[in-house]
């Protein structure tokens, strides 16, 4: 089925007229653009998942939402979507693609820009490249309110730039001493980032594949505590997502929790976490600049050009 955004194929449902809306610019009163880095200590925790569903429940009321897959090199969310772009990060900076071009519409009318494979290409950019890159992305912020980015798991570099320089970061954990473990890992690198600034970025935890909502809430106190103790940083607790047996069938389909079992307990615990993050939006500052997705380009590689 057609996808005005070329990809080779698209088996979400989106039609053309879906896809048309999604690269239209928005209006210039639209509201602050939002930029959400979604984060976890070790692979396997259900980030991409918790990623695409927060994405479809945010476009249902009414936001235009893109998910960057920053997990650069291995395509978890066009293969949960089970959609293949043609076009992906790496032909934007590489290839003479435009924006507009590599966002591509899944279901429920979301964007996505696929990390793709060959973005190793990313990691020594040269000054002129770094500056193409920062422009390019600034055209986002016309295209989204929301921007979600599913970076990939673990430590590397790319991950800290996109967690150092986020202003919302949603860590996800479970509670498997490796996740926690991980977890605290992964926050533990971040006052070393010269780029970190604890005043500005909101780190909150979701507690994924719990027992009850009291075992999520235990898993925060546990973690928050030793990250304050030893870090002096400080998480919040957004919320948590229990175990849904329904989660693997979703994906064994390439479809969305939300859309495959909307009426899933995980599903509606998504539905919850979305609500929460808008309801938190309206304490949002329309004169801060440093949200969007050029604020959030702009800081990475200035912390990147300032450090060769």
Known sequence: MGCSHDCDSCSSGCSDNKAESMIKPLNAASSVKRVI???????????????VNLAIQMSRMGK????????????????????RPRYNLADMMFRGREVKDIICTGPEGIGFISGGSGLREMTNLNRDQILS??????????????????TGAGISD????????????LLVATPEPTSITDAYALLKTLPRHNGFDPTATSIKMIGNRIQSYEEGRELYLKLNTVVNKFLGMDMDYLGAIPYDERLPKAVMQQQPLSLAFPDAPAARAMLELALVLEDEKKEISPMDTT??????????????????
Not at 133 to 150: F, G, S
């Open 37 to 51: 880095g979604v984060v976890s200590g070790k692979g396997g925790v259900g980030k991409s998942n918790v990623s």
């Open 291 to 308: 949200r969007g997705i050029a604020g959030l380009f702009t800081k990475v590689f200035k912390h990147q050009f300032r450090s060769r």
């Open 158 to 169: 790319a991950v800290i730039e996109l967690v150092a320089s986020s202003s919302e970061v």
């Open 64 to 83: 235009k939402t893109v998910i960057l897959d920053a997990d650069f090199g291995l395509a978890n969310i066009e293969i949960m979507l089970g959609i």
């Open 133 to 150: 890159l920062v422009r390019m992305m600034y055209e986002l912020d016309h295209y989204a309110d929301v921007v979600i980015i599913d």
